[in-house]
């Protein structure tokens, strides 16, 4: 493995907050992971090795919560998200690297002041926005793993009973999770040492910090855990946007 122990180590650290957060919520450990993990390892290796944890994760908490999914909606965004899924694997193997550094920072960015600024709605919405949210959330997976955020803005207006949410989120990001391997290894992306190694290093950490986080998630009040992952949000996306804008 080319990738040196200490930086190993800060990758591990890393990936175990990032999967603190998916125990409490059911989603964001990518969007919390990837504006670190770019500053540490290249895209292309982070991308592939956030895939793995998120299928071990996925499955964990989708098995333990499995009688709670909403399927129904579930099937509504499958298919928008397979089209934007193959849109994102092109770019992520064609585009430039700075300029998915760049995208996204502007993401993380944009999501972390929209959850800041923007009060949280009760209100529904229709299942016509499957489509839009689903395809985005779709580009967004395959780019970076972190559609997560926008297939939640869809499923909370869509699902009134918390335990219900998180369980169909996490069963969404797991459903996608196996997708987006059958789109990486078909596109070579597993052909690279680094994720696969890495991944296998780590995936303790993952594991540790899902198992916290699942048990954090009664005890927490959810507003202070929201303020804190959207301050670091925040410091996360400038600084890739910064970085992709100096080269």
């Given amino acids: 493995m080319s990738v040196s122990l200490q930086t190993t180590l800060a990758v591990g650290a890393i990936v175990t907050g990032a999967y603190t957060v998916f125990g409490l919520t059911g989603f964001g450990a990518s969007i919390m992971a990837m504006p670190l993990l ?14 793995v944890f998120d ?16 399927r129904r909606e579930l099937v509504r965004l499958l298919p928008f998200m397979l089209v934007g899924m193959l849109l994102g694997v ?11 550094l760049l995208a996204l920072g502007l993401f993380v960015l944009g999501y972390a002041g929209w959850s800041l600024l923007v009060p949280a709605s009760g209100r529904s919405i229709g299942v016509a926005w499957a ?10 997976t395959a780019l970076y793993g972190t559609g997560g955020p926008i297939y939640t803005i869809y499923l909370a207006r869509r699902i009134a009973d918390k335990r219900a949410l998180r369980a169909s989120i996490g069963s969404f990001i797991l459903m996608s999770a196996v997708i987006r391997l059958v ?6 992306l597993y052909a690279q040492g680094d994720a696969l190694h890495l991944a296998a290093w780590l995936l303790p950490c993952a594991m540790l910090g899902l ?10 009040p959810a507003q202070r855990v929201a303020q804190a992952i959207w301050g670091l949000l925040v410091v996360g996306g400038t600084s890739l946007i910064v970085r992709a804008l100096h080269g």
């Fill in 38 to 51: 770019a500053q540490l390892i290249a895209l292309r290796v982070a991308v592939p090795m956030m895939l």
């Fill in 55 to 70: 299928l071990c994760a996925g499955s964990a908490l989708a098995w333990l919560n499995r009688g709670a999914v909403e």
């Fill in 90 to 100: 092109t770019a992520l193997i064609h585009a430039p690297e700075r300029w998915l």
């Fill in 131 to 140: 489509a839009p949210l689903g395809a985005l959330g779709g580009v967004f």
């Fill in 183 to 188: 789109l990486f290894t078909s596109a070579g």
């Fill in 211 to 220: 198992y916290a986080g699942s048990h954090l998630h009664r005890r927490l």
